[in-house]
């Protein structure tokens, strides 16, 4: 069941969802979602220096890219077929029942920017910030500026909680993230070696 307004308000003022800083609920709430700004740390691969990616070589991922710290009032250029990871500026805190889904915002989208390209799902105990993976579909550079609201959240009430929530997940790798992260496949690839598969 996704949650509404009303239930996403009641599940704030419970405790069973936390964002950080606080919401406007005036200006960032819908019928059935709140809104999420971009925050100022972007990665971005170095093409130009690396001509490909070893997912099973951990130093392969993290150095081919580079953060870019934007200031506010200043924008971060998308170039038409740029991919960029960015994080949001809410800290988001989910019960053990509860599921995130970080969704595109129809606005944005009309621009060519999507915001994420398969990792909508945040598990029941998630703590940290959303990473977004944006891309430029479209033909032209958009700017992006920190603090714009850049996607939306929706929440789903599970069955029952989850035994074993993301935060106690032997092996989560991106719990408690306050920044966008690269991904840390080659550990998953490390660890499935390490017991034969």
Request: glycine residues 8%.
């Amino acid at each position: 069941m996704i949650l509404s307004d009303r239930d996403i308000i009641a599940a704030l003022k419970s405790g069973r969802i936390k964002i950080t800083p606080e919401p406007d609920l005036e200006t960032q709430l819908g019928a059935c979602s709140i809104d999420l700004h971009l925050g100022n740390t972007f990665m971005v691969f170095e093409h130009s220096r690396f001509s490909y990616i070893d997912p099973r070589q951990p130093q392969s991922i993290g150095d081919a890219m580079r953060t870019i710290v934007v200031p506010d009032g200043e924008p971060f250029i998308m170039q038409a077929g740029d991919f960029a990871l960015a994080s949001t500026r809410e800290y988001i805190e989910l019960a053990d029942d509860l599921v995130g889904r970080l969704e595109g915002r129809s606005s944005i989208a009309r621009l060519g920017i999507t915001v994420h390209s398969t990792a909508a799902l945040f598990e029941p105990g998630w703590a940290g910030t959303a990473t977004m993976e944006l891309s430029n579909l479209g033909r032209m550079a958009v700017a992006l500026y920190p603090g714009m609201r850049i996607c939306s959240f929706t929440f789903e009430q599970l069955s029952s909680p989850a035994m074993v929530p993301y935060r106690m997940k032997r092996g989560n790798k991106y719990a408690g993230q306050k920044d966008p992260k690269p991904s840390r496949l080659a550990e998953e690839l490390s660890l499935e070696q390490l017991r034969g598969r």
